[in-house]
C-alpha cells in the first residue's frame, strides 16, 4: 500500500439508506485511500451493493454524506463521474455491441478523444487480453471476458477511483487470478478500489476488509490485524462416520446446542467449530466424553473464522 | 473546463449515443422490421381496409307481385353499382329471416299488388329492409335505394304525362375529392396514426429495455447529462420517422392516388413538431415505467383514445360537447388536419398555422417535461 498518507479518495460518512421495510444501509463510515484496495465483506443481503450504489452517486442517502476526493457525490455532477469507475454485479453492457463497439461507446460518454481512446483501448484490450475478442459481441462472451470488458469500460476514462461489485462472481478460477493481478497492477499505480465479495479468501487478499452486515460495519481493519485480534479458539472436529450424511447434521445439531461454540462451519468431511477461549475447557471435556466417532484437532484461526464470529454474535 | 472543450465533449458523446442506437436499430432485424416495414404493410392493409365507400351490396328479392312492371322495377334496382342481387325469395316473411341470421344486410320486397297500385294511379308500396347493425351502410344503402324509387317516379309520371315534368335538381360539386374515395380521406389519417405508434413504442420500450437490462445505469455513473442522453435517444427516432413519413407518402401517392395538392415541405414540418410530441412522451413512458412489459401497456392506454378522439375515423364536430375542446390537446387531430389540408385540399403554411402552433406548443411541452424527468433521473 503506496498512499496511507494521503488524503481518502472515497469516504462515507454515516451513509443510511432504507429499502422497502428494511435498513439496507445502517450508518456506514468508511474511507478507501488512493493506491488502496479495500475489501466490503459480508454474506448475501447484508448491504454491500445498497452501499457501494450510494457510494457511486446511484442511489440518493436518507442520511449521510458519500464524497469521491472530498466532493459530495450528489453534487459532485459530471466532473465528479469523470473521477468514479463503477462495474456492477450484473450484465450492464450492450450484449447486441460487440467488444470494441462496447468500449468506444463508454469512450464516448467520457468524451474522450479518438487518438486518446485508440491509445487507452490498446492498453487495455493487451492488459486484459481482450484483443482477441474485439469483433465478438458482449452477450456472447463467457463471464471472466465479460467481467474483463466490463472492466475495461470502467478503466478507459482512467478514473482515479474504482468501485467493483462482487467482481469474480461467474468467473473461473483462472480468469479470477488473472482479474486479481489486474486489480493489483491498477491499485500499484495508485488508483483507490473498492470490492464487495461474498468470498473470504478474496477478502483476504485486500489491503483493509470492512465486515459488513445488517448494513453496517461490524469490523474494519487488515485481514492479518483482524485474524491476530481473534480472541477465541478454532477446533476441526473430524467424523469418522462423515459418509453418513445424517451423522454431521446430529454432529451439527449437538454442537450448536453448546453455549461455548460461538461458530460453526462445515469444512471437507468435518466441522470447524469456534470456541469461546473461556469454555474451551469446559468444551474439551464434554468432546472426551461425547461420541467416539469424533475426534478433534487444533488448527490456527483465519479470516473467515474472525466473520463467522463476528456474525454470529451480531445476529 | 472551457466553453469550446464542453462543446467538443457535448458533440462526441452525442454522436457516440447516436451512432449505438442506429447501430443497435440497425443489427436488430424485428426492430427494422417494426419501424420501417411493418407501417407499410399497416398502411397497404389498412388503407384498403379502412374503405367507407357503399357499393354493390348484396340485396335480397322478394317479388310477391310477380308482373312484368315488378320484374322491370327491380331490375332497374339492380342494375347500378349501388346493389347486387344476392338472390330472390318467395315472400317478405323470408326476407325478414334472411336478414336476421345476417345471411344478407338488405332486403327489397314488393308486395302483391304493386302492378295493379300503379296502373290504377295509387301509390303503390315497396319494402326495403335494412339491416341497421352496419349505420353507415345501412343508411347509404337505404339513400342509394330511396333514390332509385324518386327517379323512377320521375320517369312513370313523364310517361302518364307524355313529357316530362318541371322539376328542381340538385347538382352536388364535391371539391377535393370529387369521387368522394374515402381512401384519399383516410390514408392520411391512417399514416398520422402509423407515426404515432411506431414512435411512441419503440422510444418507450427502447428507454426501459436500457433500465431493464442495467445499462442505464452504467451510462448514469457516466458524465453524460440528461439532455445529452435525451438528445441521443430521440433524434435517430425522429430521423427514422422522418423516413417512415416520406415511405407513407409515397405509398399513399402512389397506390392509393392520394393527391400531393399542397407543399410537402409544410406536411414535413407539421411531422416534425408531431414527432416531437410522440418521441418525448415515448421517452416519459419509458423513464416512468419500470419494465418494458409496463411502457408497451403505457403506450397503448394513450395511444387508443389519441386514436379514437383525432377525427381521423368519426368527425370531431359529432362528439359530445364538452369533449371536444379535450381533442385539441391530442396532436393526432392536428397531424390529421395538417395531412388532408395540405394533401387534399392544397392549403398552404398560412392555412394550418393553428394545427402547427398547436402541434409544436404540445411538442414542446412535452419534450420539456420529458427532458426535465431525465435530467432529474440522471441529475
Known sequence: MTGAAHAPALEARGLRRRLGITDAVAGLDLTVRPGELYGLVGPDGAGKTTALRLLVGLLVPDAGEARVDGVSVMSGGPALREALGYMPQQFSLYGDLSVAENMRFFADLFGLAPAIFRQREAELMQLTRLDRFRDRRASALSGGMYKKLALSCALLHRPRVLVLDEPTNGVDPVSRRELWDLLYQLVDEGLAVLLATPYMDEAARCHRVGLMYAGKLLAEDTPAALVKGFDDVTWLVHLSDAADPGARDAAEARLRERPEVRALSPQGGGLRVVVDRAGDAEFRRYFAAADAHWRLSPVAPDFEDVFLRLVTHAS | ?379
Not at chain 2, 365507400?53 to 322478394?62: E, F, G, K, S, W
Not at chain 2, 411512441?200 to 445499462?215: D, H, I, Q, W, Y
Open chain 2, 1 to 379: 473546463m472551457t466553453l469550446r472543450a464542453r462543446l467538443t465533449a457535448f458533440r462526441v458523446r452525442l454522436l457516440g449515443l447516436v451512432a449505438k442506437e442506429l447501430r443497435q436499430t440497425v443489427r436488430d432485424k424485428r426492430m427494422i422490421g417494426i419501424l420501417m416495414i411493418a407501417p407499410m404493410i399497416q398502411l397497404l392493409v389498412l388503407g384498403h381496409a379502412v374503405n367507407l365507400d357503399v357499393d354493390h351490396v348484396p340485396i335480397l328479392i322478394a317479388d310477391e307481385d310477380r308482373t312484368a312492371e315488378s320484374r322491370d322495377f327491380l331490375n332497374g334496382l339492380t342494375a347500378g353499382d349501388a346493389f347486387r342481387r344476392a338472390g330472390e325469395v318467395e315472400n317478405a316473411a323470408a326476407a325478414l329471416d334472411a336478414i336476421s341470421v345476417g345471411r344478407v344486410p338488405l332486403a327489397a320486397v314488393l308486395p302483391r299488388g304493386f302492378a295493379a297500385d300503379l296502373a290504377a294511379g295509387r301509390t303503390a308500396q315497396v319494402q326495403l329492409l335494412v339491416d341497421g347493425g352496419d349505420s353507415n351502410r345501412a343508411i347509404v344503402a337505404q339513400n342509394a335505394a330511396q333514390g332509385y324509387v324518386l327517379r323512377r317516379a320521375q320517369e312513370m309520371l313523364a310517361q302518364r304525362l307524355g313529357r316530362a315534368p318541371g322539376r328542381v335538381r340538385v347538382e352536388p360539386r364535391v371539391l377535393y375529392n370529387p369521387s368522394m374515395n374515402s381512401r384519399v380521406f383516410f390514408v392520411p389519417g391512417v399514416a398520422a396514426t402509423l407515426l404515432l405508434v411506431v414512435t411512441l413504442v419503440v422510444t418507450a420500450m427502447g428507454f426501459a429495455r436500457e433500465k431493464e437490462s442495467g445499462t442505464l445505469e452504467q451510462i448514469m455513473v457516466t458524465p453524460l447529462g440528461g439532455t445529452t442522453l435525451f438528445l441521443g435517444k430521440t433524434l435517430p427516432y425522429a430521423l427514422i420517422g422522418m423516413v417512415d413519413l416520406g415511405l407513407v407518402l409515397g405509398v399513399g401517392t402512389w397506390v392509393f392516388g392520394v393527391p400531393l395538392r399542397g407543399p410537402l415541405g409544410v406536411v414535413f414540418l407539421g411531422g416534425s413538431l408531431y414527432l416531437m410530441t410522440l418521441l418525448g412522451g415515448g421517452l416519459l413512458l419509458g423513464a416512468l415505467a419500470r419494465t418494458q412489459q409496463q411502457s408497451l401497456v403505457a403506450a397503448f392506454f394513450l395511444i387508443m383514445p389519441a386514436i379514437l378522439l383525432s377525427g381521423f375515423a368519426s368527425p370531431i364536430e359529432n362528439m359530445p360537447g364538452w369533449l371536444q375542446p379535450w381533442t385539441l390537446l391530442n396532436p393526432v387531430r392536428h397531424m390529421v388536419e395538417v395531412m388532408r389540408a395540405v394533401l387534399l385540399r392544397g392549403a398552404g403554411l398560412a392555412d394550418v398555422a393553428p394545427q402547427l402552433v398547436a402541434l409544436g406548443g404540445l411538442g414542446l411541452a412535452v419534450f420539456t417535461s420529458s427532458a426535465v424527468v431525465l435530467r432529474r433521473r440522471l441529475a
